[in-house]
């Protein structure tokens, strides 16, 4: 940040427990106005904005990690308590801190608030969800609980249309006050004894500045014993990713295929409008028809983010851990590992960035581990092409579709192995002679805010378009060139690819990729599909589309079984369940371990397994006729 | 309420309790039991999370495998861990004797 843009700008900052409301809150504040980027060096969010205050003060919020304390016990809470104390060389040390509680439960808040008041910096408690405790009857003293507390006090609710009004009234009065350290820094990591006695504290604060609920919050206990249900809870949480694959699927289909043609009639356009030729070849194969098939799987990506959004905001990830915890220990992964790899199956590096919640390094590992073998969206171009080539459109038992039912078998194929590698990781490689605790706080169930699940969305969004926009570009822009040079001599016959780097790469590849069955075009394909899986199927279009002309390009399922035989296809489909090509989730994996030897243990596993499980696949099915 | 709770109420660890069950927290001692992390660090956490001496607290749910975890409401919270973690909560039962 520069300084010249900060001279008068207040630094203000979120702290809060989990569960809090605090990233509604900070929705509220700043809207769309926010950045989404990683601390420097580490891989956990910063999220920051800017906001005008009612008086016009320009104020820069960030939004800490929960924590339930200073102690740092993960990479996240470090990165709080180092905000806080204001270690942090990359960030101005807070001017203000805004202690976010929830109203509903103020027990753990309070402890909190007791603990930054160390600190020595200004502090303010914000009793957020106000309208809920309201509602449940819970009565709060804000002056007698401001003079107990000796910090000021202000209500909020985030998810209300003028909600953060009296906030931002006091927000304003901060920013326009001195704002000097209120005292000494005197923090130390507390005892145990410190910590009760803050507890005892908060306690007492809470009985002279509270009433007790007259209305406690049942609904959730309800909800609970259905939801939390040894089995219904079971069958409840199965039917929820049924529909969620399902609505990945269905929903997606129209909106991709709008995209899909887009694209296509524009690559149309871009021919019509150049000359016949280099560059025309390059904008047409190239860059539209490259980024195409890349940002037709946006939809997808969507609607998978909208159900995870939705079922945090909700409460219920929370439970799901709970319910799998048990299920995924048989496996050696960790019940909080379950939302990580659940965000896999839209994408690997969410998925990976997710683990920061696990805080014990084992753990954390074994879900980075194999969080890449979670069919993610970028396989699904590949599986999608492939399967519409070779697997009959047929019905099984009059219903059940023999291409689902290939496509559930490979995410199936996918999660057996993701837990297989994990039980051999835990007895042979991290083995360590003890559990870790899980230790988890299951939040009231919330209707979720809309407004907030849009922002969340937009944010993945961006992120997804530039990523297209960046790496898969490039790579697509590399395919091309390697496709396209050298130029075949004058006189020379055949398509012009078998002249191309490309084609001399592939037949370098050959003999190595032979024994599985495929052909120098997929040795090709594979290259440019080490930047993300999904351009493998561009790269696919790309090689044929200039080896065939526009039709096989337009027809690439069809050019694929009329020069695949079915063992091959076979065989793509077993090397794209372990398949370790997305350069994207190999660099997330470096920085989230900080070695580079659990990224090329990561890549030499899925690699081998790829190999291996092609090989066999090929074999049998060669074995069985199909080759 | 004439009946007054037994005196004799069996203490206990939390982590042996059934579904329902209603306590008042004695203790929190992490025993022998190897988490790998320091027995002080699992009581930070505990006590970070609301588990001190004298709150009441009630079992209202158990996992599907093993009975574990459990999910424990402390006053307005409800908090789910694993059996393991909760065997170093003593605990003396408000249940009624039947």
């Given at each position: 940040?520069?300084?010249?843009?900060?001279?008068g700008?207040?630094?203000?900052?979120l702290?809060g427990?989990?569960?809090?409301?605090?990233t509604?809150?900070?929705?509220?504040?700043?809207?769309g106005r926010?950045?989404?980027?990683?601390?420097?060096?580490?891989?956990v969010?910063?999220?920051?904005?800017?906001?005008?205050?009612?008086?016009?003060?320009?104020?820069?919020?960030?939004?800490?990690?929960?924590?339930?304390?200073?102690r740092?016990?993960?990479?996240?809470?470090?990165?709080?308590?180092?905000?806080?104390?204001?270690?942090?060389?990359s960030?101005t040390?807070?001017?203000l801190?805004?202690?976010?509680a929830?109203?509903?439960?103020?027990?753990?808040?309070?402890?909190?608030?007791?603990?930054?008041?160390?600190v020595?910096?200004?502090?303010?408690?914000?009793?957020?969800?106000?309208?809920?405790?309201?509602?449940?009857?819970?009565?709060?003293?804000?002056?007698?609980?401001?003079?107990e507390?000796?910090?000021?006090v202000v209500?909020?609710?985030?998810?209300?249309?003028?909600?953060?009004?009296?906030?931002?009234?006091?927000?304003?009065?901060?920013?326009?006050?001195r704002?000097?350290?209120?005292?000494?820094?005197?923090?130390?990591?507390?005892?145990?004894?410190?910590?009760r006695?803050?507890?005892?504290e908060?306690?007492?604060?809470?009985?002279t500045?509270?009433?007790?609920?007259a209305?406690?919050?049942?609904?959730?206990?309800?909800v609970?014993?259905v939801?939390?249900?040894?089995?219904?809870?079971?069958?409840?949480?199965?039917?929820?990713?049924?529909?969620?694959?399902q609505?990945?699927?269905?929903?997606?289909?129209?909106?991709?295929?709008?995209?899909?043609?887009?694209?296509?009639a524009?690559?149309?356009?871009a021919?019509?409008?150049?000359?016949t030729?280099?560059?025309?070849?390059?904008?047409?194969?190239?860059?539209?028809?490259?980024v195409?098939?890349?940002?037709?799987?946006?939809?997808q990506?969507?609607?998978?983010?909208?159900?995870?959004?939705?079922?945090?905001?909700?409460?219920?990830?929370?439970?799901?851990?709970?319910?799998?915890?048990r299920?995924?220990?048989?496996?050696?992964?960790?019940?909080?590992?379950?939302i990580?790899?659940?965000?896999?199956?839209?994408?690997?590096i969410?998925g990976?960035?997710?683990?920061?919640?696990i805080?014990n390094?084992?753990?954390?590992?074994?879900?980075?581990?194999?969080?890449?073998?979670?069919?993610?969206?970028?396989?699904?171009?590949?599986?999608?092409?492939?399967?519409?080539?070779?697997?009959p459109a047929?019905?099984?038992?009059?219903?059940?579709s023999?291409?689902?039912?290939v496509?559930?078998?490979?995410?199936?194929?996918?999660?057996?192995?993701?837990?297989?590698?994990?039980f051999?990781?835990?007895?042979?490689?991290?083995?360590?002679n003890?559990?870790?605790p899980?230790?988890?706080?299951?939040?009231?169930?919330?209707?979720?805010?809309?407004?907030?699940?849009?922002i969340?969305?937009?944010?993945?969004?961006k992120?997804?378009?530039?990523?297209?926009?960046?790496?898969?570009?490039?790579?697509?822009?590399?395919?091309?060139f390697?496709?396209?040079?050298?130029?075949p001599?004058?006189?020379?016959?055949?398509?012009?690819i078998?002249?191309?780097l490309?084609?001399?790469?592939?037949?370098?590849?050959?003999?190595?990729?032979?024994?599985?069955?495929f052909?120098?075009?997929?040795?090709?394909?594979?290259?440019?599909?080490?930047?993300a899986?999904?351009?493998a199927?561009?790269?696919?279009?790309t090689?044929?589309?200039?080896?065939g002309?526009?039709?096989?390009?337009e027809?690439?399922?069809?050019?694929?079984?009329?020069?695949?035989?079915l063992a091959?296809?076979?065989?793509?489909?077993a090397?794209?369940i372990?398949?370790?090509?997305?350069?994207?989730?190999?660099a997330?994996?470096?920085?989230e371990?900080?070695?580079?030897r659990w990224?090329?243990?990561?890549?030499?596993?899925?690699?081998?397994?790829?190999?291996?499980?092609?090989?066999?696949?090929?074999?049998?099915?060669?074995?069985l006729?199909?080759? | 309420?004439?009946d007054t709770?037994p005196?004799?109420a069996?203490?206990?660890?939390?982590?042996?309790?059934?579904?329902?069950?209603?306590?008042?927290?004695?203790a929190?001692?992490?025993?022998?039991?190897?988490?790998?992390?320091?027995?002080?660090?699992?009581?930070s956490?505990?006590l970070?999370l609301?588990?001190?001496?004298?709150?009441?607290?009630?079992v209202?749910?158990?996992?599907?495998?093993?009975?574990?975890?459990?999910?424990?409401r402390?006053?307005?919270?409800?908090?789910?861990?694993?059996?393991?973690?909760?065997m170093a909560?003593?605990?003396?039962?408000?249940?009624?004797?039947?």
């Open positions: 940040m520069s300084t010249q843009t900060d001279i700008a207040r630094h203000f900052a702290v427990t989990p569960n809090s409301g605090k509604a809150l900070f929705n509220a504040l700043t809207g926010q950045k989404v980027a990683n601390y420097p060096g580490v891989t969010e910063r999220k920051a904005g800017v906001l005008q205050t009612p008086s016009g003060h320009s104020v820069h919020l960030v939004d800490l990690p929960g924590t339930y304390s200073l740092g016990r993960s990479p996240d809470e470090e990165i709080t308590r180092d905000v806080v104390l204001g270690r942090l060389a960030e040390a807070p001017d801190l805004l202690c976010i929830d109203a509903t439960n103020l027990r753990v808040a309070l402890r909190l608030v007791i603990e930054l008041k160390r020595g910096r200004q502090l303010m408690l914000v009793l957020n969800m106000i309208d809920i405790a309201r509602r449940r009857g819970i009565e709060i003293d804000l002056d007698r609980l401001s003079a507390l000796g910090v000021p209500t909020s609710t985030a998810v209300r249309r003028g909600g953060t009004e009296e906030l931002l009234r006091r927000m304003d009065e901060m920013a326009a006050g704002l000097a350290p209120s005292g000494e820094n005197t923090w130390k990591p507390p005892t145990t004894g410190e910590l006695a803050a507890q005892r908060a306690d007492r604060v809470i009985a500045a509270v009433g007790l609920p209305r406690p919050d049942k609904i959730s206990a309800r609970d014993a939801l939390l249900h040894p089995v219904a809870g079971l069958v409840i949480l199965l039917s929820v990713l049924f529909v969620m694959f609505a990945v699927f269905a929903w997606a289909k129209p909106v991709m295929d709008l995209i899909s043609s887009g694209f296509d524009l690559g149309v356009v021919h019509d409008a150049l000359p030729g280099l560059l025309q070849s390059f904008i047409q194969n190239g860059v539209i028809a490259g195409g098939s890349v940002i037709v799987f946006l939809p990506i969507l609607i998978l983010f909208l159900f995870i959004l939705l079922l945090e905001d909700l409460g219920y990830m929370g439970r799901a851990a709970f319910l799998m915890d299920i995924m220990g048989g496996a050696g992964l960790h019940g909080r590992a379950f990580p790899l659940l965000s896999s199956f839209a994408c690997a969410p990976i960035m997710a683990t920061r919640v805080d390094r084992r753990d954390r590992l074994t879900t980075i581990l194999v969080a890449p073998l979670m069919t993610c969206s970028a396989r699904i171009p590949v599986y999608t092409l492939i399967i519409s080539a070779f697997v047929t019905y099984l038992w009059g219903w059940v023999l291409q689902g039912l496509m559930f078998a490979l995410y199936a194929a996918g999660i057996m192995s993701a837990l297989g590698v994990s051999v990781a835990k007895h042979f490689f991290l083995r360590e003890y559990t870790p899980f230790m988890l706080e299951l939040p009231a169930y919330k209707v979720p805010n809309i407004r907030s699940v849009a969340g969305l937009y944010t993945r969004a992120m997804f378009l530039q990523r297209a926009g960046t790496t898969i570009f490039s790579m697509m822009v590399l395919i091309w390697l496709a396209s040079f050298p130029r001599p004058e006189g020379a016959e055949g398509p012009a078998n002249f191309s490309a084609a001399m790469i592939g037949d370098a590849l050959q003999p190595v990729l032979a024994p599985v069955g052909n120098w075009q997929i040795s090709v394909a594979l290259i440019p599909g080490m930047a899986r999904e351009v199927v561009a790269a696919l279009g090689v044929y589309a200039i080896e002309g526009k039709e096989a390009a027809q690439i399922g069809q050019a694929l079984a009329s020069k695949w035989s091959t296809a076979l065989a793509m489909l090397w794209y372990f398949a370790p090509q997305c350069a994207s989730t190999l997330v994996i470096r920085r371990t900080g070695s580079w990224m090329a243990i990561t890549f030499g596993y899925m690699l081998a397994l790829a190999y291996l499980a092609a090989f066999v696949t090929y074999n049998v099915a060669v074995a006729g199909a080759g | 309420m004439t709770v005196e004799a069996a203490d206990m660890r939390l982590g042996q309790a059934n579904r329902g069950f209603c306590g008042r927290i004695n929190i001692h992490v025993g022998e039991v190897t988490h790998g992390l320091a027995a002080s660090e699992i009581e956490r505990l970070e609301g588990f001190v001496e004298g709150v009441e607290i009630k209202l749910h158990e996992g599907p495998i093993g009975r574990d975890p459990i999910a424990v402390i006053n307005d919270t409800t908090i789910a861990l694993r059996r393991r973690e909760a909560i003593l605990v003396t039962s408000l249940n009624r004797s039947t």
